[in-house]
């Protein structure tokens, strides 16, 4: 399959690609996979959650960094959602590692609380439309729900970093409609107005809005 029949196929609504490898988990190298539903790490099995798997282009740059940390430091609003997290890049465990052992203060990353997945054969960036002609990934992040189900995805351009909020946000409009199976408008943050998909509740929501 070419990289244009994979950008293709890539579709919300439809199930996310597998991918696997081996990714740097703490300080150790565990073996990482996600199909259907379920992401294994290691021995360990976990199914029925979200799932953000995020594309960075390299190890030892510039923005990526910025971005890894700052999902690490909102690792625990993930886990209230019922979300783990996965990094991913064409670097390999053992230059994740040497960037996680380098000081934040020196450009490194420090303790990550999320596998950094190396996509060393560059398979999951191509499977998920994110492998640029130069050979490393884009800015891609795709939220997947429990059943295995891609719910969201952007890609950003090299030079521009992704915001967590955005993130978040969208696991939470997502998780609300799987719930309540009302819909989410333009700038939905939790508590706010929400509309039913029918031509009679959605005049409901207009009504109560102006």
């Known amino acids: 399959m070419s990289e244009t029949e994979c950008r293709t196929a890539l579709q919300v609504g439809s199930p996310a690609p597998a991918f696997s490898g081996t990714a740097v988990v703490g300080s150790e190298f565990q073996e990482l996979s996600y199909s259907n539903g379920t992401l294994t790490i290691g021995d360990q099995k976990i199914t029925g959650k979200y799932v953000v798997f995020f594309f960075y282009p390299l190890d030892f740059t510039f923005v990526c960094p910025t971005e890894i940390i700052a999902f690490s430091d909102r690792i625990k609003e993930f886990e209230e959602?019922?979300?783990v997290i996965v990094g991913a890049s064409v670097d390999s465990q053992f230059t994740h590692l040497a960037w996680k052992n380098t000081p934040r203060k020196d450009g490194g990353l420090g303790e990550i609380k999320y596998p950094l997945l190396a996509d060393l054969s560059k398979q999951a960036m191509n499977d998920y439309g994110c492998l640029l002609e130069a050979g490393v990934a884009a800015r891609g992040v795709f939220i997947i729900d429990g059943?295995?189900?891609?719910q969201s995805y952007t890609v950003n351009n090299l030079p521009l970093g992704r915001s967590v909020d955005e993130v978040l946000r969208i696991i939470r409009a997502a998780q609300f409609v799987e719930t309540h199976g009302e819909v989410c408008p333009a700038n939905w943050t939790p508590g706010g107005e929400t509309m039913k998909a029918?031509?009679?509740?959605?005049?409901?929501?207009?009504?109560?809005?102006?």
């Open 81 to 83: 959602l019922n979300t």
């Open 147 to 150: 059943k295995g189900i891609l």
């Open 198 to 210: 029918d031509p009679k509740g959605s005049k409901e929501y207009f009504q109560r809005v102006n």
